[in-house]
């Protein structure tokens, strides 16, 4: 083992206030915290994908129906437009609402 002006490191380092295992101990308590929060931060982005995608998709959707097209092409530009989201989850309804003119 080194030996520093007579002392051996070990006792160097306690000597300095830093006692043996103390950054362990700190790393056992902030960790969890960190992890929690860099999970927290994905979700949070996946949870903002989802809504972005969702958000274009009833635009694509809003597109179709203006210009007259059948359910079945809407639900189908919908279902493009969302692709990785489960084609079970998204419901399409629709509330035409005629007011007589332009």
Same mark, same amino acid.
């Given at each position: 083992?080194?030996?520093?002006?007579?002392?051996? *490191?070990?006792?160097?380092?306690?000597?300095?206030? *830093?006692p043996?295992?103390?950054?362990?101990?700190?790393?056992?308590?902030?960790?969890?915290?960190?992890?929690?929060?860099?999970f927290?931060?994905?979700?949070?982005?996946?949870?903002?994908?989802?809504?972005?995608?969702? +958000? *274009?998709?009833?635009?694509?959707?809003?597109?179709?129906?203006?210009?007259?097209?059948?359910?079945?092409?809407?639900?189908?530009?919908? *279902?493009?437009?969302?692709? +990785?989201?489960?084609?079970?989850?998204?419901e399409?309804?629709?509330?035409?609402?005629?007011?007589?003119?332009?």
């Amino acid at each position: 083992m080194k030996e520093l002006r007579g002392i051996k *490191q070990g006792a160097w380092r306690r000597r300095r206030g *830093q006692p043996a295992g103390t950054v362990s101990v700190e790393m056992a308590m902030v960790a969890p915290i960190l992890i929690t929060l860099l999970f927290g931060i994905i979700e949070l982005g996946l949870i903002f994908r989802d809504t972005m995608t969702l +958000n *274009q998709a009833a635009r694509e959707g809003v597109r179709v129906a203006a210009v007259g097209a059948p359910t079945s092409t809407i639900l189908a530009r919908l *279902q493009g437009a969302a692709p +990785n989201l489960s084609p079970d989850a998204l419901e399409c309804w629709a509330t035409l609402i005629w007011t007589g003119g332009w």
